[in-house]
């Protein structure tokens, strides 16, 4: 079940480096694209950077909404994320495509894509340079949600044979979120 996670602790949502999927809607569109350069930058409010290429679907429909979803897709949608990396929106709706389900959002007209393992819904904060020089953009996460059979008191708690997060390498070949290793406390 979806549940919504304290804004103070929605970097630990993608503070593993997980691949995200960018969801957008803007004047009756919406779209999906993969992203494996995403990062948290700041607790509270939380803060994210993101590198969304410039000839992409996605920064045009971001740049006139002004707000995105970032979601950590699992293992069971290794292949809808990287068809959704590999292929434009500007030629046909992706989530029909390649079967991804957009439910609504709570304060963000871009959609849910359904099935993820957390979900952050974000307004852009406005960095016409980086954007310009880096294509790096800087998002404020305003509402934040995990799936609770996977996320639960503020942590991750993948199951051994479950689902998890996803790690981009190269070609379409992901790793798996592996185990956890505990440090002593300090
Ligand atoms: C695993 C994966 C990770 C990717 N990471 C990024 C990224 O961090 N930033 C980016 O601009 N493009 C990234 N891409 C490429 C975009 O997803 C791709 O250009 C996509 O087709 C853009 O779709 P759009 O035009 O519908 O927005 C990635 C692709 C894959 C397969």
Request: with cysteine; glycine share 10%; proline share 4%.
């Amino acid at each position: 079940m979806r549940s919504a996670v304290e804004l103070r602790h929605a970097h630990r949502l993608l503070n593993h480096g997980p691949t995200v999927l960018v969801s957008t809607a803007h004047g009756g569109r919406q779209n999906v694209m993969a992203a494996a350069w995403v990062m948290p930058i700041d607790f509270e409010p939380p803060k994210f950077a993101a590198v969304i290429a410039a000839d992409t679907l996605t920064r045009e429909l971001l740049l006139a909404s002004g707000e995105c979803v970032l979601q950590a897709p699992t293992t069971l949608q290794v292949d809808a994320t990287y068809a959704v990396g590999t292929h434009s929106g500007r030629d046909g709706d992706k989530f029909a495509r390649f079967g991804l389900v957009a439910e609504a959002a709570s304060l963000v007209q871009a959609p849910l894509v359904a099935g993820c393992a957390c979900w952050l819904e974000c307004r852009r904060l406005a960095e016409p340079n980086a954007e310009g020089a880096y294509d790096l953009f800087v998002l404020e996460c305003i509402a934040a949600w995990a799936d609770d059979t996977l996320f639960a008191r503020g942590d991750w708690q993948f199951a051994a044979n479950g689902p998890r997060t996803i790690h981009h390498g190269k070609g379409g070949g992901f790793f798996a979120t592996g185990e956890r290793v505990q440090a002593a406390r300090g």
